[in-house]
T-cell receptor, first 111, second 113 residues
């Protein structure tokens, strides 16, 4: 069965410091991986997906199949980055997309 | 473009009761997924509906059931409520051509006493 692990429940960094939110997954096939973000009092929203290979709000994530990781990175943290971040894995399971989420990491950017 | 809406925002039930939660999909979306998010956990997949048919289910018992209507709005029904059913219930809609891009509603907070 697929699994997504986010080892840190809380990550605190100072403004301007680099950020790395860790995500490891277990799945033997070729997964599609995503990062979702939930800002305070807002709904869960897609931040980025690995197939897009794009940078959103300065965040990037690289899929490392050898280490089965999909860490989220940003070189310089900003206060508005404070939020809950969820890593998610999606796979086609008999005609539908089943999404498995990690437990989330709360990012706290200290001014 | 109208976003995903859910009702009610929150409700309180007692053990053994039944509850119906509602979701209105984003305009043009024909796929809806329901998730349960317990406190301190990530969302957990309950099931997915596509064109009014359930086409996928997670590890939830049959007392969790759903419906999708011709206008693609959806319901989640839970029978014989248990204390552990207390959670935030999220629905997410997507288009069949891009099922991975899910748009989430604000959720319904269910408390079972």
């Amino acid at each position: 069965a697929q699994r997504v692990t986010q080892p840190e429940k809380l990550l605190s960094v100072f403004k301007g410091a680099p950020v790395e939110l860790k995500c490891n997954y277990s799945y033997s096939g070729s997964p599609e991986l995503f990062w979702y973000v939930q800002y305070s009092r807002q709904r869960l929203q897609l931040l980025l997906r690995h197939i897009s290979r794009e940078s959103i709000k300065g965040f990037t994530a690289d899929l490392n199949k050898g280490e089965t990781s999909f860490h989220l990175k940003k070189p310089f943290a900003q206060e508005e980055d404070s939020a809950m971040y969820y890593c998610a894995l999606s796979l086609n399971s008999g005609g539908y997309q089943k999404v498995t989420f990690g437990i989330g990491t709360k990012l706290q950017v200290i001014p | 473009e109208t976003g995903v809406t859910q009702s009610p925002t929150h409700l309180i039930k007692t053990r053994g009761q039944q509850v119906t939660l509602r979701c209105s999909s984003q305009s043009g979306h024909n796929t809806v997924s329901w998730y349960q998010q317990a406190l301190g956990q990530g969302p957990q997949f309950i099931f997915q509906y596509y064109r009014e048919e359930e086409n996928g289910r997670g590890n939830f018992p049959p007392r969790f059931s759903g419906l999708q209507f011709p206008n693609y709005s959806s319901e989640l029904n839970v029978n014989a409520l248990e204390l552990d059913d207390s959670a935030l219930y999220l629905c997410a809609s997507s288009h069949g051509l891009d099922p991975d891009t899910q748009y989430f509603g604000p959720g319904t907070r269910l408390t079972v006493l």
